[in-house]
C-alpha cells in the first residue's frame, strides 16, 4: 500500500472521490401521451393494427371474435405515446347506458399511463354525451385495474368465457354528468354550435346557452332549461322538430341541397 499521488490520478489508476459525491444519472423525457376520437380511415386501421396485434397475437382470440361486426356502429378512441398509435377502445351507445369495449395497449406501453387516460377519455365522452353509466366486460385478471378506477362487478349467474378467458361484468355510475350547455360533436372534439348545438341558440330554440337550451344527443331528447335538465314529451318534441325544420331548410339551400330543401319544406306545410 501506498498513498496516492498525482500521477495515479493523471494515468486513470486510482481515483479519490471526494465524500457525498455521487454520479447522478438524468432521467429521459417522458413521451407525450395523448388520446384522441377517430374520425380518419387511417386511425382505424391504426386501431385494428393494434387490436390484432394485443387480442389476436398475444391472447390468441379468432379474427371472427375480435372483429365482431360491431365496428362499423362503434365510436373509436385511439393513443398515442409520442408519434406511435400504441393504445386504443371502442364506445357502443345504447339506451340508457355506455359500454366500453377492446381497451388494448401495446406490450412497449403498457408502463405509460395511457391505459387511464383512455379510460379518463371514454368517461368524459360519454358524460358529455348525456350518459351517466357505463359498462364493460373485462378478463378477470385485470379486474384490480378496474376496481381503482371506480367499477363494480355485476354479478350474474352465469360466466362469461371467450377464446379460453374468464370476463367479468363491470359498471360505473356517475350522476356527475357535465352540464348540457356544452354539447359535443359527436366526435368530441368541441361545442357544436348552429341549429343542433347550443351555441348561439335563439328564437323556438331557447335563448342563450346558460336559458335554455336543446339537446339532441344522448340516450333521450331532453331540454335544458337555467341549468335543469328534463326529457321532453311528444307533442315538446313535434313542436321542437317543426320549429327547426324551416332552419334546416335554410341550412340545406345553402350546399345546394335543393331535394333535401323540398323535403324540409313539405314538412313545415
Not at 377519455?121 to 384490480?144: D, M, T, W
Not at 348540457?180 to 351555441?199: E, K, Q, V, Y
Amino acid at each position: 500500500m501506498r498513498p496516492v499521488t498525482p500521477e495515479d490520478d493523471r494515468i486513470g489508476g486510482l481515483f479519490v472521490l471526494k465524500i457525498g459525491y455521487s454520479h447522478k444519472v438524468q432521467a429521459p423525457p417522458q413521451p407525450c401521451i395523448r388520446v384522441v376520437p377517430v374520425t380518419t380511415a387511417e386511425q382505424l386501421e391504426q386501431v385494428r393494427a393494434i387490436r390484432a396485434v394485443v387480442f389476436m397475437g398475444e391472447q390468441k382470440c379468432p379474427y371472427a371474435e375480435e372483429f365482431d361486426g360491431n365496428d362499423a356502429c362503434a365510436q373509436h378512441i385511439l393513443g398515442y405515446v409520442g408519434d406511435e398509435p400504441a393504445g386504443c377502445a371502442r364506445i357502443r351507445y345504447f339506451g340508457d347506458f355506455a359500454k366500453i369495449e377492446r381497451l388494448s395497449v401495446l406490450s412497449q406501453y403498457r408502463r405509460t399511463k395511457l391505459k387511464y387516460q383512455i379510460v379518463e377519455f371514454v368517461e368524459n365522452l360519454v358524460r358529455q354525451k348525456g350518459f351517466n353509466l357505463i359498462y364493460g366486460h373485462p378478463q378477470k385478471r385485470i379486474l384490480s385495474f378496474w376496481t381503482k378506477l371506480g367499477y363494480e362487478v355485476v354479478n350474474r349467474n352465469f360466466d362469461f368465457h371467450y377464446s379460453d378467458h374468464d370476463y367479468a361484468e363491470m359498471r360505473k355510475c356517475s350522476n356527475r354528468i357535465r352540464p348540457l350547455d356544452d354539447a359535443f360533436r359527436p366526435d368530441g372534439s368541441g361545442p357544436a354550435g348552429g341549429t343542433l348545438g347550443t351555441a348561439g341558440h335563439s328564437g323556438p330554440l331557447g335563448a342563450t346557452a346558460g336559458d335554455k337550451a336543446l339537446l339532441i344527443g344522448g340516450p333521450k331528447m331532453g331540454i335544458v332549461v337555467n341549468s335543469k335538465r328534463r326529457e321532453l314529451t311528444g307533442p315538446e318534441i313535434a313542436g321542437y322538430i317543426a320549429d327547426m325544420l324551416p332552419e334546416m331548410s335554410r341550412m340545406a339551400r345553402d350546399h345546394n341541397m335543393a331535394g333535401l330543401a323540398e323535403s324540409l319544406d313539405r314538412g313545415t306545410r
